[in-house]
């Protein structure tokens, strides 16, 4: 490792002398909280982050725990999935949560914070805390066999992104991320949509057929919309296989009838004949409560996509866990790499947090720190390792991370749809509060646990 980090090791018994280190790349967000939460269990921690010597293309400021674009962590009310997910961290003890309650500005029902105080507060509290050093240097490369946690995000500097490539293979890390709408399945209108793979392989996906005047009007609306601007560090690279929906269709009229809307292969059982075009959607996890928009990755803005998807038979009412993007992204394809606890099954004193475990968003990234640093210290100090309820926030987002099938993982921002279902029908208002009240009961129990164990 090129910081040389030195360290002392705990013994499994956590009778050791001398006390267990911890080093954490990355002061952003998960390197931060996962400092925080390692300092707070008794473990010294050497935190590198590679500011002010170096600058990725987004950031900007010396401090820690810097927010690259929007100032607001989101939805601030437990009956929606990231706002409980928030609350599940404050209950954890997390610097994230403290310090944008500290430095709150008034967004109506999100929760936003004056960037350049949130960042000060975090700085001035890790540079405060006696078992945490910083040190300002990019770390190149990394020891599988120290205790670290590498949390350099999602515009990790080349040099470490090439070690970690190296160490899981470089079909198993992403630089970027061409994402394909998800949408919820309770959403959609399945008198309008057939099950079916394409030749009669199954019933594996959904589909929306599409009449020659619906695919006229959803050309026409897709071609007209409002694109999201590239920021200058990233280039529109992109591969043949994972091309745009828009990029696609400004080739010409009937290319989308070859690429991602082709027909062939499918009968629709309604008329008994070939549609003359289809969306074909595919299960996005086990449960089947969500589903993607196959080859639909786009660069349309946000609310352009809501209006053109909507037009697509079935789509009309259709509720999007996640919209569409391609932006740069250095993650890890976790499913069979990453343990429950964030470590890598084959290197086990070797933890990833953040964004490049495969999360998406501020407060997703702040999560798995606080998760990675909670169990480094307690490896470091010869105790089990932990992993949250699967009902609780966090513990869907491991699930994500653990569970998905590997050749179809794409990072995702916490919701609903990734939690287990809820045992009673509920009307579609009230299944925010129902989560929320089964996740915090999970959360406590399982704290209490852990506060029990540890007396
Ligand atoms: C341009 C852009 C805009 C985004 N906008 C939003 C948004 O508006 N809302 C949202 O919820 N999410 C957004 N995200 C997604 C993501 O959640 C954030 O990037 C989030 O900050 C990720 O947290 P993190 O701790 O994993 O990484 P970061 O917060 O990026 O922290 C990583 C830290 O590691 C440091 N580092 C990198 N390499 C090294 C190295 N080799 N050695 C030492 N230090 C290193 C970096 O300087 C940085 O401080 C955005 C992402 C990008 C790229």
């Given at each position: 490792?090129?910081?040389?980090?030195?360290?002392?090791?705990?013994?499994?018994?956590?009778?050791?002398?001398?006390?267990?280190?911890?080093?954490?790349?990355?002061?952003?967000?998960?390197?931060?909280?996962?400092?925080?939460?390692?300092?707070?269990?008794?473990?010294?921690?050497?935190?590198?982050?590679?500011?002010?010597?170096?600058?990725?293309?987004?950031?900007?400021?010396?401090?820690?725990?810097?927010?690259?674009?929007?100032?607001?962590?989101?939805?601030?009310?437990?009956?929606?999935?990231?706002?409980?997910?928030?609350?599940?961290?404050?209950?954890?003890?997390?610097?994230?949560?403290?310090?944008?309650?500290?430095?709150?500005?008034?967004?109506?029902?999100?929760?936003?914070?004056?960037?350049?105080?949130?960042?000060?507060?975090?700085?001035?509290?890790?540079?405060?805390?006696?078992?945490?050093?910083?040190?300002?240097?990019?770390?190149?490369?990394?020891?599988?066999?120290?205790?670290?946690?590498?949390?350099?995000?999602?515009?990790?500097?080349?040099?470490?992104?090439?070690?970690?490539?190296?160490?899981?293979?470089?079909?198993?890390?992403?630089?970027?991320?061409?994402?394909?709408?998800?949408?919820?399945?309770?959403?959609?209108?399945?008198?309008?949509?057939?099950?079916?793979?394409?030749?009669?392989?199954?019933?594996?996906?959904?589909?929306?057929?599409?009449?020659?005047?619906?695919?006229?009007?959803?050309?026409?609306?897709?071609?007209?919309?409002?694109?999201?601007?590239?920021?200058?560090?990233?280039?529109?690279?992109?591969?043949?296989?994972?091309?745009?929906?828009?990029?696609?269709?400004?080739?010409?009229?009937?290319?989308?009838?070859?690429?991602?809307?082709?027909?062939?292969?499918?009968?629709?059982?309604?008329?008994?004949?070939?549609?003359?075009?289809?969306?074909?959607?595919?299960?996005?996890?086990?449960?089947?409560?969500?589903?993607?928009?196959?080859?639909?990755?786009?660069?349309?803005?946000?609310?352009?996509?809501?209006?053109?998807?909507?037009?697509?038979?079935?789509?009309?009412?259709?509720?999007?866990?996640?919209?569409?993007?391609?932006?740069?992204?250095?993650?890890?394809?976790?499913?069979?790499?990453?343990?429950?606890?964030?470590?890598?099954?084959?290197?086990?004193?070797?933890?990833?947090?953040?964004?490049?475990?495969?999360?998406?968003?501020?407060?997703?990234?702040?999560?798995?720190?606080?998760?990675?640093?909670?169990?480094?210290?307690?490896?470091g100090r010869g105790e089990p390792l932990v992993t949250p309820p699967s009902a609780t926030a966090m513990g869907a987002l491991i699930h994500h991370l653990t569970n998905t099938a590997a050749k179809d993982f794409q990072p995702m921002n916490v919701n609903f749809g990734l939690f287990p279902p809820l045992e009673q029908r509920l009307a579609k208002k009230q299944r925010g509060a129902a989560y929320a009240a089964r996740a915090l009961k999970a959360l406590d129990e399982w704290t209490d646990k852990l506060t029990e164990r540890a007396a």
């Amino acid at each position: 490792m090129s910081n040389g980090a030195g360290q002392g090791g705990a013994s499994a018994s956590g009778s050791t002398q001398i006390p267990a280190e911890i080093c954490i790349i990355g002061g952003g967000l998960a390197g931060s909280e996962a400092a925080w939460q390692a300092a707070r269990r008794g473990v010294r921690v050497r935190l590198y982050e590679m500011k002010p010597q170096k600058f990725s293309p987004a950031h900007h400021s010396p401090l820690l725990a810097e927010l690259v674009c929007s100032n607001s962590l989101r939805a601030a009310g437990t009956e929606t999935a990231v706002g409980l997910l928030k609350e599940e961290m404050r209950r954890l003890g997390s610097l994230i949560m403290t310090a944008a309650e500290a430095t709150r500005v008034p967004a109506g029902r999100s929760l936003a914070v004056d960037r350049g105080a949130f960042a000060a507060f975090i700085t001035a509290k890790l540079e405060q805390e006696p078992r945490i050093s910083i040190l300002r240097e990019e770390v190149e490369d990394f020891e599988p066999d120290r205790l670290t946690i590498i949390a350099t995000g999602p515009l990790t500097s080349d040099a470490l992104a090439a070690a970690l490539g190296r160490l899981t293979g470089q079909e198993h890390l992403h630089f970027y991320d061409a994402i394909a709408p998800i949408v919820f399945a309770d959403s959609l209108d399945l008198n309008k949509i057939f099950r079916a793979s394409r030749y009669g392989a199954g019933h594996d996906y959904l589909n929306c057929p599409l009449d020659e005047a619906e695919y006229e009007r959803f050309y026409r609306a897709l071609m007209s919309a409002r694109q999201v601007p590239l920021r200058d560090f990233e280039e529109p690279r992109y591969f043949e296989g994972c091309l745009p929906i828009e990029v696609m269709a400004a080739r010409g009229y009937q290319t989308l009838l070859y690429g991602p809307m082709k027909p062939v292969g499918l009968t629709d059982p309604r008329t008994g004949k070939q549609p003359f075009a289809v969306v074909q959607l595919r299960a996005e996890n086990r449960e089947g409560t969500l589903y993607n928009l196959v080859g639909f990755q786009t660069k349309l803005a946000h609310p352009e996509q809501k209006r053109v998807f909507r037009l697509i038979p079935g789509l009309e009412q259709a509720e999007f866990a996640r919209l569409g993007s391609i932006h740069r992204n250095t993650f890890i394809r976790s499913p069979g790499l990453l343990s429950p606890y964030l470590n890598f099954y084959r290197c086990p004193r070797l933890f990833l947090a953040g964004q490049i475990s495969g999360v998406e968003g501020y407060v997703e990234s702040a999560a798995m720190g606080l998760l990675a640093g909670l169990n480094a210290a307690r490896l470091g100090r010869g105790e089990p390792l932990v992993t949250p309820p699967s009902a609780t926030a966090m513990g869907a987002l491991i699930h994500h991370l653990t569970n998905t099938a590997a050749k179809d993982f794409q990072p995702m921002n916490v919701n609903f749809g990734l939690f287990p279902p809820l045992e009673q029908r509920l009307a579609k208002k009230q299944r925010g509060a129902a989560y929320a009240a089964r996740a915090l009961k999970a959360l406590d129990e399982w704290t209490d646990k852990l506060t029990e164990r540890a007396a």
